[in-house]
């Protein structure tokens, strides 16, 4: 199935660090919404975004909608060790369907 | 309030076999999605149902299909179960479905022998 591009695909970093992750297609999405997800566990919503350019935080989460709509980015600012997970972007597709990305596995190092 | 539950947590299942997965959205969300999670892929949109209509269906064979009840909840269904079908399935609530956040369940972690 459709899959939306993340990059890095994984990444190790020590605790304290900014991360930057981003979410690309060459299609254009109308939604722009970022998961974390927990081994066994389903998606937690961690931020939507709703208008091309838009700029949104939730504590020391910060994700843009990017202008061409075609991308979006997420970033964590001064890591701790339980933002260990995987964080996932999707796009909605028309009203209702969201096709998500590839994933970003986060590994934090005390 | 509580969120979106599931049912069971875990199944097996042997190949061949049918499956019902169950779901109940958060209160006063008349819109629930399916989806299919395989291990390292992110989700794949299976249906979506608003006021127990579908509105919409992903690229998934026809030995699947889901139902929404007065109340809500939702059933998927699979039949003639393939190695393949292994996966978590997740349920979403939204209000109407319409370009709204998705909030998901913990899921249902089926395996097929």
């Known amino acids: 199935g459709q899959q939306l591009n993340q990059s890095p695909q994984s990444m190790f970093i020590q605790e304290g660090e900014d991360v930057s992750m981003n979410c690309t297609s060459s299609?254009?999405?109308?939604?722009w919404l970022w998961y974390k997800q927990d081994p066994g566990e389903g998606p937690v919503l961690l931020i939507a975004l709703y208008k091309a350019g838009e700029l949104t935080s939730n504590g020391r989460l910060t994700a843009q909608f990017g202008i061409t709509r075609k991308d979006s980015f997420l970033n964590i600012s001064a890591s701790i060790p339980s933002d260990v997970g995987i964080y996932f972007c999707?796009?909605?597709?028309?009203?209702?369907?969201?096709?998500f990305g590839t994933g970003t596995r986060l590994k934090v190092l005390a | 309030d509580a969120g979106v539950t599931q049912s069971p947590t875990h199944l097996i299942k042997t190949r061949g076999q049918q499956v019902t997965l169950r779901c109940s959205p958060i209160s006063g969300h008349k819109s629930v999605s399916w989806y299919q999670q395989v291990l390292g892929q992110g989700p794949q949109f299976i249906f979506q149902?608003?006021?127990?209509?579908?509105?919409g269906r992903g690229n998934f064979p026809d030995r699947f299909s889901a139902r929404q009840f007065p109340n809500y909840s939702s059933e998927l269904n699979v039949n003639a179960l393939l190695l393949g079908d292994s996966a978590l399935y997740l349920c979403a609530s939204s209000p109407t479905g319409s370009g709204e956040k998705l909030f998901f369940g913990s899921g249902t972690q089926l395996s097929v022998l």
């Open positions: 149902y608003y006021e127990k209509e579908e509105r």
């Open positions: 299609s254009i999405f109308n939604t």
């Open positions: 999707a796009g909605l597709r028309g009203t209702y369907k969201y096709i």
